[in-house]
């Protein structure tokens, strides 16, 4: 017999660790990386080999040259990074720009403020918001895809970019979503324009229902999200249909549910708390429809989520869970 | 119905009880015995024996040292070798008497047959007499005096006797040997404690995996019933499995829906709880005359060849019990006494049993190495088990800076240290390790104040 | 155009006036009336904040002794005599000299002496582990080797050696602040006068198990065995609990005891020669056997005085009984 070891209870351990749950979140974000590469063919896929390779690549090298620390990507953290940074642009952007956008997120957003679990703001959609302000043509602009099958390519702005232009020229909501000829089962099946994540929702949707599943993710924050969006701008459309867009074209579009499913339930920058997540969530929603109506950008999950990450260390104050035998 | 269980966090270990079919044996009686003086919470126990002294099985070697202390009583029949300190399973120095064991005698008036006895004594302070010289404790963890347990303080007032049957630890199997084979006297030594707490209604409360226990202690509590009125009000609650249900707040929290304040008594709610264990060893010492001087001990672990529940005299060496069983394991890592969550790594193998020792649990390295620690990714896994509603992150956080005071705000004195933190989080960081350290530094700086507080009302008073 | 220019000026002037005088007239209401020696003492101070003083800070240090009416109870350690006089001279007191002291630490289980006999899994703090057993060598009473010493030291003046396992002192860094005293779950670590150019003489153990247990635990463990005691000349050594304490006051660093201890538990520091033990062990033999010869020699003419002074009755007897 050797040594016996002596430590502190418990002296087990739940089978679950940093890199079991980061490995789960690749898994739910499978679908939807597999449904963008079939619709948008070996560009998409070029763009997630460079997006996760760099992203990889930044952490490993930051934290063994510049913190000197032992290498933290095993933690497979900035894999998610790299894959969610792919998927929030459009397959379009030249492979540079994503680049760069890795370079922020990981660089940034992530390892300046000490690496995984003490960044504020979710280092995707830092990358992502530091694009869409540097370069916006790429980011908003997009094009029918080719695909793995292969049809010829027409240029044009998303959907929420060509009703902000279009209410811009003067025009109704109806109007312009007529003669774009969006239809709902287009927007949950795949087909309309946007970042390459937003292409198939049904498989985001799936995604998430497996991280639920798993019990990775709680679902208050998401639910929240959709809720408040749905309500917010079922409000407005209520008031005026032809300034608004609907609830359900809302809900839709711009990555509100990649957002809403996969980046606002980050656990390093969401509330610990199933009350805090809810108001986190109802801040993400009502601001992503601000956005969207009132703003400059045609779309503001990201904006929103990014703004909301900043509120996360008082929402953990306020909202705490109740104590055992306490008021 | 929905089962009942506690009301925040918790966790689902696999139960891994692996020894519960295993009946219970008596253990041979090991040639010397150490038992200690520090056996239960509270002052250690004086010695009434000297050096050489003849004492027989059962008979009283040491007396309480305080008012929360107990009696200890010889295990065996024998000679006491020598008294003085003796490393105990922590390495630590603890007060012992040695017996050298010369047959088996009894101390004359202990009921050694295995009659059941089902009349109930009328005088509850003659019970709890009984109960104080058998040197009780509670046998679930804490080895509180149990006759201290039931005199409540003035002005309180007990509602329900809750018994403790739930073994929410993995592995653990003992007491559901002994809800199986001595239930009988589980349920008399229930209508004993009942009796003294003024025949309050009382509630067996089980765990769901533990079916052929509810069952039996069912039938054992309505062939009672028809004996005599004074099993009436007792009953088994069927409980969902969470650990830790056998926690002493959350059980009441799970039966009576009521939850004990902090630093507050089970019976500021209105309720006491016992061990099932404990129970038995009133019956024993009401019924049989018989004080502590064995306890059902389960041996187990997967890599322990032979799986056993087995009844241990008080002081057995427990390099003994491992040697009857066929030695250590070559791939055992680590020998727990107790359940995997609380029980204590045992360092030292020439120390002996307590009365409360319930299991010695034998793990490999690939089920109970620690992994290295990385990062807090602010799951907040540990606040969700934290069946005390606490935040582990923040209490590790706030120890670090070393801020008492808002440790306290954020209860870290509520902490039962159940391990449920460090059980789920992801990047293993010893939570628990420090928020021990520093409920133990917040503890003092409220007896200090306390004391001080006491102090000037004195002082005032003058 | 120049019309926006000068309403802008004019605007950013009227409120920057408004806002500064709202500014003094708080200042001047929420004024604080400090003693300003306050300040003066607490420049003087090292500024380490380590708390050795017993105080929270150099500037609750600082507060204290200007409310002191002198400052026998308040001397920083760090700062050294150098420092108090200072601060004796801002507030006119006089200041005690204090003789310098360093930190010891009084094991030397090395991991030769002293081996594992198990393997400490958890969060690495001597604290913690001291709280959950007596430690992972047979020694309940030595070294937990977590470090949190040198973790409470704020002068970087210890460190952990890899080769014994133990806390190394730099008697150059020690400021005495007394830190790791506090921080030693296990109170190895002791302030100790400095000596006569740094010499000085320490039992490094703190066994207090019997000697056999003790030996068992740790080959260079004090055992408790006295022999130190019975050597010193000087009354500076007393065995209490099995173990050996030697008392720096009444020390006159003779290296006797160094000399005659079986385990090597004495040790001595920053002595010029190392130490000759046959040399010194012979000293001490003659010495002893001087002191038999003359303890034999006074017994013998106390013995032939008390065996005259017995005589004398006898004669006397007998010429009583003549």
Known sequence: MSKLTVSPSPHIHAKVSTRSLMTDVIIALLPAVICSVVFYGWKELLLLAVSVASCVLLEYVITRYLMRKPSTIGDMSAVITGILLALNVPYTTPWWVVFIGAVFAIAVAKMTF??????????????????????????????????????????????????KEGLLQGGSVQDIMASKGYSYADMLFANLGGSSGEVCALALLAGFVYLLCRRVIKPWITLSIFATVALTSLIFWGINPARFTDPLFNLLTGGLILGACFMATDYVTSPMSNWGGVIFGVGIGFLTVMIRYFGSYPEGVSFAILIMNAFVPLINMAFKQKKFGRK | MAKRTFSIGGVHPNDSKISRECRIEPLPIPPTVYISLSQHIGAPAKPI????????????????????????????????????????????????????????????????????????????????????????????????????????????????????????????????????????????G????????????????????????????????????????????????????????????????????????????PISVGAVVQNVATALAVYDAVQKNKPIIDNSITVTGECFPKQANLLVRVGTPLSYIIDYLGGVPENASKIISGGPMMGKAIANLDAATLKGTSALLFLTADQTARKEASACIRCGRCADACPMGLEPFLLNKLWKADNLEALEKNAVQDCIECGCCLYSCPANIPLLDMIRMAKADVMKEIRARAAAAKAAAEAAKK | ???????????????????????????????????????????????????????????????????????????????????????????????????????????????????????????????????????????????????????????????????????????????????????????????????????????SCRNQDKGPAAKKACASACIGCGICAKTCTHDAIVVENNIAYIDPSKCKLCRECEAMCPTGAIHSVNFPKPLDKDAVKARIQERQKRAREKAAAEAAAAKAAAEAAAAKPVENNVKEEN
């Open chain 2, 49 to 188: 024996v000297a050096v050489g002294d003849k004492v027989k099985v059962g008979q009283p070697i040491a007396e309480p040292g305080g008012f929360v202390s107990a009696f200890i009583h010889s295990s065996v029949s024998g000679t006491v070798k020598s008294i003085g300190p003796r490393k105990d399973l922590a390495g630590n120095n603890q007060m012992t008497v040695e017996i050298a064991v010369e047959g088996d005698e009894w101390l004359e008036g202990i009921d050694t047959s295995d009659t059941l006895v089902t009349d109930i004594p009328e005088d509850s302070k003659a019970i709890l007499e009984k109960i104080r010289l058998g040197g009780v404790v509670g046998l679930g963890g804490a080895t509180f005096p149990t006759h201290v347990k039931l005199s409540p303080p003035p002005g309180s007032k007990c509602e329900m006797l809750i018994i403790n049957g739930c073994e929410c630890e993995p592995y653990l199997t003992s007491d559901f040997r002994t809800l199986l084979e001595k239930g009988e006297q589980v349920v008399v």
């Open chain 3, 1 to 203: 155009m120049s019309q926006t220019i000068i309403w802008t000026i004019a605007i950013i002037t009227v409120l920057g006036l408004v806002l500064a005088l709202v500014l003094y007239l708080v200042a001047e209401k929420f004024k604080v009336v400090e003693d300003p020696r306050i300040d003066e003492v607490e420049k003087v101070m090292p500024g380490a904040n380590c708390g050795g003083c017993g105080f929270a800070g150099c500037r609750a240090f600082a507060e204290a002794a200007v409310k002191a009416p002198n400052l026998d109870n308040n001397y920083c350690p760090v700062g050294g005599n150098e420092v108090m006089s200072k601060v004796a001279s801002i507030l006119g007191y006089e200041v005690k000299e204090k003789a310098p002291m360093v930190a010891v630490v009084r094991c030397n289980g090395t991991c030769e002496a002293r081996p594992k006999i198990n393997d400490y899994e958890g969060y690495p703090s001597c604290k913690v582990k001291a709280s959950l057993y007596s430690g992972d060598t047979g020694c309940s009473f030595g070294c937990l080797g977590c470090g949190d010493c040198v973790a409470a030291c704020k002068f970087g003046a210890l460190s952990m050696d890899p080769v014994t396992g133990l806390p190394v002192v730099d008697e150059e860094k020690c400021t005495a602040c007394g830190a790791c005293t506090k921080a030693c779950p296990k109170s190895l670590i002791e302030l100790r006068l400095k000596g006569p150019r740094g010499m000085r003489m320490y039992v």
């Open chain 1, 114 to 163: 000490g690496g995984l679990g003490q960044n504020i703001f979710n280092p995707a959609i830092a990358g992502r918001v530091f694009l869409l302000v540097s370069f916006p043509t790429y980011m908003t602009h997009w094009e029918q895809p080719k695909g793995l099958f292969g049809v010829d390519a027409i240029s044009g702005p998303t959907p929420l970019g060509a009703i």
């Open chain 2, 190 to 265: 229930a209508a004993i404690l009942k009796q003294v707490l003024g025949g309050v209604p009382c509630t067996i409360g089980i765990e769901e995996n533990k079916p052929e226990a509810i069952e039996h202690i069912n039938k054992v509590i309505a062939d009672l019933k028809k004996v005599s009125s004074k099993f009436d009000g007792i009953s088994v609650m069927s409980l969902k499995k969470r650990y830790p249900q056998g926690g002493e707040k959350q059980l009441i929290d799970a039966v009576m829906h009521r939850q004990v304040g902090s630093g507050g008594l």
